[in-house]
């Protein structure tokens, strides 16, 4: 009898480049909701079809933001980003980060959460082919597309499936995951969560998940629970990150290179 193995796939970090898409909405909503007068991109007016001109002209407030990525969670930690580029602030570690993310107020912070969420929603139903080119693919996406036509796959991601699974079409990414495959954050945004929901759903052992991400922190929290994982190097992991990955002994470190292989081999 053949094990039940099933491959669960990160979306943003693992599939796609989502960094310009996360920095257009994020600002979108945090010049609505937390500083209208935000000096940010000198507070600009960003529409989908001129934001990567638009910030062409401020390489350092983007480049920190990619830096700060790694510290994400869920959305409203955007929010904390944009307010640590704002003010000028240097953040070296994750407490660091969450410490200045208590400072923004509750309020604020909530009503900023589901305008992101509207915004991209929005967008993406407005001017579709516009936003999609600030969520371009990973140079993998080729060994990951050949991967899910190969084995039963899904999609473990703080992200909203609404948000995702236009993308997965064959025109743009052209991924065999249907939309109920996408655990999201009507799930959780706790992948230890999400990873008991697969397992809980779709009659898989813990050891047969096999998990890739690009978050170091998922992984090892997600792998006390068993489940096989993998890190994503290619993501928003920081070099620290891969140090330690590649260092430990039960998570499996993968490149665009081996990527294929290694799972392919695994599953």
Not at 26 to 52: C, G, M, V, W
């Amino acid at each position: 009898m053949t094990t039940q193995k099933i491959l669960a796939l990160d979306f943003d970090g693992c599939i796609v480049d989502s960094v310009m898409e996360a920095l257009f909405i994020s600002y979108s909503s945090y010049r609505e909701h937390i500083n209208r007068q935000t000096q940010i991109f000198d507070n600009k007016e960003p529409t989908a079809d001129n934001f990567l001109h638009l910030i062409s002209n401020y390489p350092l407030q983007v480049n920190k933001f990619r830096y700060l990525r790694h510290y994400i969670k869920d959305a409203y930690d955007y929010a904390a980003i944009l307010y640590i580029i704002e003010n000028n602030l240097e953040v070296n570690s994750r407490e660091e980060f969450f410490k200045i993310k208590q400072l923004l107020p509750g309020k604020s912070m909530d009503n900023y959460y589901r305008y992101f969420y509207e915004v991209r929603v929005k967008v993406s139903k407005e001017n579709f082919d516009s936003w999609i080119q600030l969520t371009p693919g990973f140079s993998c996406i080729d060994k990951i597309r050949k991967l899910t036509g190969k084995y039963r796959t899904l999609i473990a991601t703080t992200n909203s499936k609404e948000s995702i699974v236009g993308l997965l079409a064959t025109p743009y990414l052209n991924l065999h995951i249907k939309k109920e495959d996408i655990i999201d954050l009507h799930i959780s945004t706790d992948k230890i969560i999400q990873m008991r929901y697969i397992s809980e759903n779709y009659n898989v052992k813990f050891k047969d998940i096999h998990f890739v991400d690009d978050n170091l922190d998922h992984l090892l929290r997600t792998q006390k629970l068993s489940v096989s994982v993998y890190l994503a190097s290619w993501g928003y992991c920081t070099e620290e990150q891969k140090i330690i990955a590649e260092k430990a002994k039960n998570i499996t470190f993968l490149t665009e290179k081996n990527l294929y292989s290694v799972l392919n081999s695994s599953l």
